[in-house]
């Protein structure tokens, strides 16, 4: 495990790990399960916290790639940094060796200090990166399963980006079919909210049974 930072020590918790590709709904998913008083450690929401303006981790990038990774009020400027991993050889490579230590740290000590009957651990890239034990940590695999049309209008109308980006950043993530052979539950996520939800409650009621077992 890179850094050091392993999870074998997380005794007595049981972990559903969760994912999708982009624009899949997987907030919609994590905020039903936080809404039912479950856990959710959400490594995107970590990924942001890690590089707030202040931490080491911000520090680091600065000094790896220059001063224009800051924008005017000393935030990280995520648009510069997203459009020079994408074009840039080995930057994306280096930029995960800085961000990927500190996220994995942080999802640790987030899932020990968890108290609810189980834990959702909600990471877009569960089941693309083997050596960081994400998957690994988990005892099911929840996948959020949408079809590529869907995922190309939420996620270009979510984040503003063009149809084109959408997919070129879908190329570099699981195939829908791989994600799918890795999962123990699918939920289709084509519908209507109460659709999903539907879905949702029984999947909740297994979890809480594995969990006590």
């Known amino acids: 495990m890179a850094s050091g930072v392993t999870f074998d020590s997380i005794a007595n918790k049981y ?41 080491s981790t911000l520090n680091e990038l ?32 280096k930029l995960e060796g800085i961000t990927h230590p500190a996220i994995r740290l942080e999802i640790k000590r987030q899932l020990k200090s968890s108290t ?37 209008e939420r996620a270009s109308g979510r984040d503003g980006q063009s149809v084109e980006k959408i997919r070129a950043i879908m190329t570099k993530q699981l195939s829908r079919q791989r994600r799918l052979e890795q999962a123990d539950d699918v939920v289709d996520n084509n519908g209507t909210f109460a659709e999903l939800y539907a879905q949702l409650k029984p999947l909740h009621q297994s979890y809480l049974n594995f969990a006590n077992t």
Not at 40 to 52: L, M
Not at 123 to 143: G, H, Q
Request: proline share 3%; glycine share 8%; aromatic share 6%.
């Open 15 to 55: 972990i559903v790990g969760l994912t999708g590709g982009i624009g899949s709904g997987k907030t919609a998913v994590s905020d039903w399960f936080a809404q039912q008083g479950i856990a959710v450690v959400d490594a995107d929401v970590i990924a942001h916290q890690i590089v707030a303006k202040g931490t």
């Open 62 to 93: 600065v000094v790896t790639f220059g001063d224009w990774v800051l924008d005017d009020s000393g935030n990280l400027n995520r648009q510069a940094m997203r459009d020079y991993v994408f074009n840039k050889d080995n930057a994306l490579k």
């Open 116 to 152: 609810s009957p189980y834990v959702i651990l909600s990471a877009p890239l569960l089941l693309e990166n083997p050596d960081t034990a994400l998957k690994s940590v988990c005892d099911r695999i929840l996948v959020v399963d949408v079809d590529e049309a869907t995922q190309l």
